[in-house]
């Protein structure tokens, strides 16, 4: 897909050259705990340069870059993050491993990196905006959510600054045959349900408006190749390796 100049976020800028998008969701890999600096390292590591991560906020005020409100599936530990300090979550290890990073953390560690952000709460949005000024981190963000009140909260704080995804809402527009004007990009999974989302007509759809489209979450290689054979823009995946193979396979596989 070819984005006209005057259009393109710099978070989206590989796609105006043509180039397929590889995001290693919460890091990429079942082998090492998700969402932490050693996942990230890893796909740093393979070559990926976009990072997919989520935000909660904890009581006193701290983004983590965490997936669940609270943290007994990864942790082991009763309790969530909205009603503990950063003193208290920076505690846990995830899988008894790792610490979990504050976003600040991810953003300095990995400064060449792109990062797909999912705010997963109403009050991770104006922390989320102050966190990405101060840092000057704009231009390598794009914002998704579930809330469509959220990711409006973005569009309507930042401007043309921000690269946001398509709201479910949004995504449903889009699948009656209506593209929505807002959203930089639309990030989707195959189905929603028993309602296929991703379909040759909804790719030229999008595609025709200038919304580049990126899958989630792929980890099984034939459904890689299916998504790239219906001309989708980029694949999300926490098979990093495999995810690659099928790219090289493809001649799709660049170092961003």
């Known amino acids: ?75 082991g530990i009763k309790g969530r993050i909205n009603e503990m300090t950063w003193q208290e979550v920076s505690q846990a290890r995830v899988d008894g491993k790792e610490p979990i990073p504050l976003l600040p953390e991810l953003l300095e560690e990995f400064p060449e990196a792109f990062l797909n952000i999912d705010s997963k709460s109403d009050p991770t949005v104006q922390p989320l905006i102050d966190v990405l000024k101060k840092s000057n981190a704009l231009p390598r963000v794009c914002i998704g959510s579930f809330s ?19 709201s479910p809402i949004e995504v449903v527009r889009w699948i009656a045959g209506n593209v929505p004007i807002e959203p930089s990009c639309l990030q989707v999974p195959m189905r929603q349900g028993p309602i296929p989302v991703v379909t040759s007509r909804t790719v030229r759809s999008a595609q025709a408006a200038g919304k580049p489209i990126h899958v989630w979450t792929i980890d099984v290689a034939h459904d890689m190749q299916r998504l790239i054979d219906l001309g989708v823009d980029g694949l999300m995946t926490d098979q990093s390796i495999t995810l690659k193979k099928v790219l090289e396979a493809n001649n799709l596989w660049t170092h961003i």
Do not use: W
Not at 149 to 166: E, M, N, P, W, Y
């Open 1 to 75: 897909m070819t984005l006209r100049p005057s259009h393109v976020h710099p978070y989206l800028a590989p796609h105006h050259d043509g180039q397929f998008i590889a995001f290693a969701h919460r890091g990429g890999t079942k082998d090492l705990p998700e969402n932490t600096i050693p996942a990230f390292r890893h796909a740093i590591e393979l070559g990926y340069r976009y990072l997919e991560t989520d935000v909660q906020l904890t009581r006193d005020g701290f983004l983590v870059a965490f997936h669940d409100n609270d943290l007994f599936r990864t942790c």
């Open 148 to 166: 469509h009140k959220r990711i409006s909260q973005f569009r309507v704080a930042l401007g043309d600054q921000v690269c946001t995804s398509a």
